[in-house]
């Protein structure tokens, strides 16, 4: 059995979606159980099913807004801080929140601990990529800001637990790893960024192809795209952005478009509603944070129940595929080469 | 009369679309003149007219490839440095290239010289806004990569300068400015950022409303965005990879959908042609260097000859509006203050 600690009051439907979605998973997934943080009074009402759902009463909540490590540090009954303490001492194999992504991550590196050798565990997710060359319909894009600033060796250890979560989740061989940097060739970017550049290009603990420029991204050059947090950021919202102003303004444009515009959209129905689908960032499954001692997996703010069921079983397939014990053992086994990459910069 | 120094040679399809450019902005625009630089037997045979067109000819040509400031430095009998060469001397009063843009970056800083007062000219760019608020339709993003590291000093500088490119050329009053940032609460961001931040809130020398998140840029929250060199860049790019693969998806979507779709988008044509055109980056003018003595403007690589004309236009309003020298003089009236806040950080 996995099992899986969850803060049911996170998320803008929280809790009444997030509940809905755990007993979803739980009648979709025989082999999971939870543990659910929340409120009495608003949480136990909302169960229709006990079955393989255990409650644990907590007083407080970390708001969306809450400054992240102080509401961390000083809301220690809240939901997000017991679950994440309860993977901690091992009454459960994963978190799970909709809630304050800083708080979270506060949560996963300073309560569920960082993986022994790693400095900086970093936030990662699975994007769509459009006719990859290489065939494969999704890539990891990380660090996506759980670290503001960044130096090289941090930059080559994301490559490292990129690597392991796209061979471990999408199941890519040996997977291709490439550096969001402001031009290809590898003198480009800043210091930190060539000299992350020299250090992947030297590894023989992941499969570097070279830089890659924001504009190919959407094209998947590579399974994994290792990014400092501040330009990732940038980046993955950039994109967002863009493709929500595009797909409402087509919206709008066939509104505007008078009779000819709504036959025509009519018509178009299913290939918009399969671009639509094909560029829905949140539809690929919640966000990582990588490097951590359990899974710790932050589902969007707005998803509902099916959406938190989904990233249930993006869960228990991180836990069954051994993901955090794979990498964890593979950064034992080089701690001294790693060290090395450190002391260099 | 306005003289514009023109690099013959630089761009996908130069010289012969430059020389139309030239030619139909000519005809468009009485009151300019250009100094045509290139290599003589390519380019003279081209010149339909040679009425306000001087040709100068070169002997070397910088390439798309090669490394900017050693180009600059070797090839001191290309086009685009002796263009440079021309506004520095006085010949000519701004300058224009589709060439190779860290080179013609280089040219402008190093030979056409920097303002005084000012650290770090940027590249700053018309993005398009898409319902904004503000009703404007267009807001000035920079540092687009001039600069791949920044201090808080350079990124308060880029709001003087973007705040004088938006009132001169967009006819803004009292343009507001935003600073990119991975959060809209003023303590997000590395050490950079936040000092940014706070020099900005300070500031009496443009009118700053505080961070903006990459998702919102194209929403047009304000009339500048301030960002560092390196995740402007990564954020610009982001958004035109994303618009170009959402157009293509659309585009392919509708070739599959068979009869139905070929018909539906027949019908869509004008709304789809509409966002196509709100949405193309490079229909906004061409990117400029701001901070230098002159107007130095480099449009796209792909650019035919009548985006080549409409770059020569913008250049004009650029001379006409007075903006280097207003600029500048603004920078010699607060030399003092602007000193202070470089000593700061």
Redesign the interface.
Known sequence: MIKIAVDAMGGDYAPAEIVKGVEEARDRYPELTFLLFGIEDQVVPLIQNQERINFVATTEVIAMGD?PVKAMRDKQDSSMVRAAQAVKDGEADALFSAGNTGALLSSAIFIVGRIKGVDRPALATAIPA?DAKNGHNQFIFMDL?AN??SKPAHLYQYGILGSFYASHMLGYDNPTVRL?N?GAEE?????V?KEAHQLMKQSSDFNFLGNV???????GTADVVV?D???G??????????????????KK??M??GL??K??????????K??KG??DFNNQGGAVVLGVNAPVVKTHGSAKATAVANTMGQIKMMVEQNLVPDTAAFIAENKDKLKVKKSAN
Chains 1, 2 share one sequence.
């Not at 003198?187 to 210091?191: A, T, V, W």
């Not at 420029?213 to 094209?219: S, V």
């Not at 036959?263 to 918009?272: N, R, S, V």
């Open positions: 400054e459009v800001g503001a600033e969001l402001n003198d480009k970017g800043d210091e960024h420029e924001a504009r190919e991204l959407l094209e990014a947090g501040f330009s950021n940038a980046a993955l919202k950039s994109m967002e952005g863009t493709a929500l102003v595009i797909l409402g303004q087509l444009a066939i505007n478009g000819r515009g036959l025509g959209a009519l018509m178009l129905k299913p290939a918009l399969k671009l094909q560029l």
